[in-house]
């Protein structure tokens, strides 16, 4: 079993930055995929960013390219997501997740999120 936690949330003003962490306890993650998702109030969550096990390529959702970077260190068993130029849309709760490699299912793992506010 993985259990995934965020910190890193907050309020900040729009063009402001954040940066959000994700600690994986209870196995080593350094062969998982890792992402973020956010879900707005009355939205569906929407994936963000997601990152291959070596962490060599990134994908991004359009809204948030240019603006947010996502890594990882496997070292540390750890996931970040640096947001940028932060816009009052990207208010959400973020969640990290994790693949699960045993059984191929994807984002099987889930913290419990951490809220982002952007005020205008």
């Known amino acids: 079993q993985v259990q995934l936690a965020e910190s890193g949330g907050g309020l900040v003003q729009a063009g402001g930055s954040l940066r959000l962490s994700c600690v994986a306890s209870?196995?080593?993650?350094?062969?998982?995929?890792m992402g973020w998702f956010r879900q707005a109030p009355g939205e569906e969550r929407e994936s963000v960013a997601t990152?291959?096990?070596?962490?060599?390529?990134?994908v991004y959702v359009d809204s948030v390219k240019g603006r947010f970077t996502i890594s990882r260190d496997n070292a540390k068993n750890m996931v970040f997501l640096q947001m940028n130029n932060l816009k009052p849309g990207d208010t959400a709760v973020y969640f990290c997740?994790?693949?699960?490699?045993?059984?191929?299912?994807?984002?099987?793992?889930w913290g419990q999120g951490t809220q982002v506010t952007v005020s205008s």
């Open positions: 990152i291959n096990s070596s962490g060599d390529m990134p």
């Open positions: 997740a994790a693949d699960n490699p045993d059984t191929y299912r994807q984002f099987d793992y």
């Open positions: 209870g196995r080593t993650v350094s062969d998982y995929r």
